[in-house]
């Protein structure tokens, strides 16, 4: 008897821990400032697999730096979350208006969300892109669903 409760137990553990969803993202760089593309080359890619369905964007990066595939700081702000300052290394001068615009969703566009309030998708790429607020990045030539509207 005690050796079907233990099957028994062991199967439902099974059932259940394929019922658990779990969700990859692919995070894209692209370093060189005001590029205003969104294609590659990408100068550093990564997937990080197997996060929490509700992971949000700031939960994929920390899992990519444990990794050691991403490296990234931020700085907190009370109203608007982490505020990304480096990415790998490359850090957006605030002085010379240099941010890290992300970029994700079904149509890649800046999102509306910061790194700590974005939920991305299940197999979403997401882009981190070197840009400055004084003027818009050149337009991406890829982008001509835009023009169709």
């Known amino acids: ?73 931020y700085t907190m702000h009370i109203q608007w979350g982490a505020y990304i300052t480096t990415v790998n290394g490359l850090y957006a001068d605030s002085t010379a208006k240099q941010y890290w615009q992300i970029m994700g969703g079904p149509r890649m566009k800046p999102t509306q969300f910061g790194a700590s309030s974005y939920v991305p998708a299940d197999h979403e790429k997401v882009i981190f892109r070197l840009v400055t607020w004084d003027r818009e990045p050149c337009p991406d030539p890829t982008d001509d669903f835009d023009n169709l509207l």
Request: hydrophobic share 50%; aromatic share 10%; glycine share 6%.
């Open 1 to 73: 008897f005690f050796g079907f409760a233990m099957f028994r137990s062991l199967a439902i553990v099974l059932a259940l821990s394929t019922i658990v969803t779990a969700k990859d993202v692919t995070l894209l760089v692209i370093e060189k400032l005001n590029a205003g593309r969104k294609g590659p080359p990408y100068d550093n890619t990564v997937i990080v697999m197997n996060l929490a369905e509700d992971a949000k964007l700031i939960d994929v990066m920390n899992k990519a730096q444990s990794e050691g595939t991403f490296s990234f700081d």
